[in-house]
C-alpha cells in the first residue's frame, strides 16, 4: 500500500485535526486517553505494516492498542493481512508459502504476548483473568446495562449515534448550533469520511472492510454510545480501516471539493473541541 504523499498528508491531517481525535486528544480524561494511545499505537502498526512490515513489530502495536482499548484486538486481520503484503501474489502461491505462513505466526505471537500479558495483568488484580473492572456494582443500576454489558438490543442506539444524532439548535443562544455532549453522528463530526462509501473494493479494501465490521461488534452491542464525548468516540478505534476506505473512496486523488471536504471536517472539529474545553456550548 503506497499512497501519494499529497493523500499521505491529507489522510494524516484528516485524523489529526478533522476527526473528534483532536477533542480527545486536549481533554486528558481516562477514557479519552485511553482513545488516543489506541490511536497512536494502531497507526504506528500501519506505518509499520506498510513499510518495513516486521510481523512481531507490527502484532505487538497492535496488541499495545488492545491494551488501551480493548474492541482494537479485533482489527488483527486488517493488520494479518498487511504483514502478508499479499496484494498482487495469488492466494494459491500465499497459501503455499512457507514464508507467508511464518510471518502471520510472527505476528500472532507478537499479538498474543500483549493479550496474555493483560490476562496476566487481570489476575493480578482480581484473582482472574476476567476483567472485573467493567462489572463494577456502579454500573448494575445504570438503564443502559438493563440486558447486561454486552446485548444485540443496544444495536438501534448505536445506529442513531452513528448515522443520525444531530447537534443541538438554539435560537437565541450563539453559536446557535452546539455540540450534544451525548455525542454528534459520526458523518457530522467528519464529513469527509462518507467518500469511505465511495470505496471500490479489492483485497486491502476487504480486509478493511472485515477489520471494520468485526471490531464494531462488541462496541455496537455495549450498552452505552460513550457518554459525555464529542462525536462518536468509539469511532477512533477504526481509524487505520477508516482511513484506508476513505482514501480509496477519494480514488487515491485530491481534488479541490476533497481538499474542502477534508477543511470542513477540520472547521468542525475546532467547533467541537472549543465547544467543550473553552466555550462551554454544549447542550
Request: proline share 5%.
Amino acid at each position: 500500500m503506497i499512497w501519494d504523499l499529497h493523500v499521505s498528508a491529507a489522510i494524516t491531517l484528516l485524523l489529526a485535526l478533522g476527526t473528534n481525535f483532536w477533542w480527545a486528544a486536549t481533554d486528558g480524561a481516562l477514557w479519552e486517553f485511553a482513545h488516543v494511545s489506541a490511536v497512536f499505537f494502531l497507526m504506528a502498526a500501519l506505518v509499520e505494516a506498510t513499510g518495513c512490515r516486521r510481523p512481531w513489530l507490527v502484532g505487538l502495536l497492535v496488541g499495545l492498542a488492545g491494551m488501551s482499548r480493548l474492541p482494537t484486538f479485533l482489527t488483527f486481520p486488517f493488520f494479518a493481512y498487511l504483514v502478508l503484503d499479499a496484494d498482487k501474489r495469488p492466494w494459491r502461491e500465499l497459501l503455499r508459502d512457507q514464508g507467508s505462513w511464518l510471518r502471520l505466526v510472527v505476528f500472532g505471537a507478537g499479538l498474543g504476548l500483549m493479550a496474555a500479558s493483560y490476562l496476566a495483568y487481570n489476575y493480578g488484580r482480581f484473582g482472574t483473568i476476567k476483567d472485573l473492572g467493567y462489572y463494577h456494582p456502579y454500573y448494575d443500576a445504570e438503564p443502559h446495562f438493563a440486558h447486561g454489558r454486552f446485548d444485540i438490543s443496544y444495536v438501534p442506539r448505536h445506529i442513531t449515534a452513528i448515522f443520525f444524532q444531530p447537534p443541538g439548535l438554539t435560537q437565541s443562544d450563539f453559536p446557535f448550533f452546539k455540540p450534544s455532549q451525548i455525542g454528534l453522528a459520526l458523518f457530522f463530526t467528519t464529513p469527509a469520511f462518507l467518500y469511505a462509501f465511495n470505496t471500490y473494493f479489492n483485497r486491502l479494501t476487504l480486509a478493511a472492510s472485515a477489520a471494520t465490521l468485526l471490531t464494531l461488534v462488541p462496541l455496537m452491542s455495549h450498552g452505552t454510545t460513550g457518554w459525555n464525548q464529542f462525536g462518536y468516540r468509539y469511532s477512533m478505534d477504526l481509524f487505520p480501516m477508516l482511513a484506508v476506505l476513505t482514501a480509496a473512496g477519494m480514488r487515491h486523488e485530491l481534488t479541490p471539493l476533497k481538499w474542502i471536504v477534508i477543511f470542513l471536517s477540520c472547521l468542525v472539529s475546532l467547533w467541537g473541541t472549543l465547544a467543550f474545553h473553552k466555550y462551554g456550548w454544549v447542550v
